[in-house]
């Protein structure tokens, strides 16, 4: 015979917590919104989603957000691909003719940050009819942020920061608890 488990009471601080992590997946900022302390909301951030209860729900809340989107992260790393591995040769025709906005190829209309049209027109000489000339001004998105928002994500990139003593040794820390940093933890139960 299997248990099945209770869900744990939350308290209104901790659901809150959840509440506004799902709204930007900052656990800091999320923490501070619903009212710890600026000071300790870094902790209490991590420690509340270490909390076996509170991740559940912050996972349960991020499947539905998924699920009432329906934007994938594969979606998400396409689009970025779109964007980062941009061809601006696909707005030309083989002859080197602007496309047409509706015969653009999709993912080189997905990296049109914008189009500018300025149209001159040229007087005609004597009954000759006055040319029309059409200018565009064609800016695509910056391909730099997608491709390192996908390197990150596949781990290509990876800082490294030591830290140490003077002499190399090990760095002394000492660090005294605040009766605001205790009351943040014991209202977290």
């Known amino acids: 015979m299997t248990k099945t488990a209770e869900a744990v009471e ?5 659901s809150r917590f959840v509440d506004e992590y799902l709204v930007d997946q900052n656990a800091t900022k999320a923490a501070e919104r619903a009212g710890y302390s600026a000071k300790t909301a870094y902790s209490q951030g991590q420690r509340l989603l270490k909390n076996v209860e509170i991740r559940r729900r912050v996972d349960d809340g991020l499947l539905k957000q998924q699920e009432r989107t329906q934007i994938t992260s594969d979606d998400v790393l396409q689009q970025l691909g779109r964007l980062g591995f941009s061809d601006i040769r696909k707005l030309f025709t083989p002859a080197g003719q602007l496309r047409s906005v509706a015969d653009l190829p999709d993912d080189i ?3 049109i940050a914008s189009i500018e049209v300025v149209t001159k027109t040229i007087p005609g000489m004597g009954d000759e009819e006055p040319e029309v000339e059409y200018i565009h001004k064609i800016k695509l998105t910056d391909k730099v942020k997608p491709l390192e928002l996908i390197g990150k994500h596949m781990k290509m990139f990876t800082e490294r920061h030591e830290h140490s003593a003077p002499g190399g040794g090990p760095i002394q820390h000492e660090h005294k608890v605040t009766k605001e940093e205790i009351d943040d ?3 977290g139960f």
Do not use: G, R, V
């Open 109 to 111: 209309a997905a990296a």
């Open 185 to 187: 933890f014991i209202s």
């Open 10 to 14: 939350l308290t209104p601080k901790q």
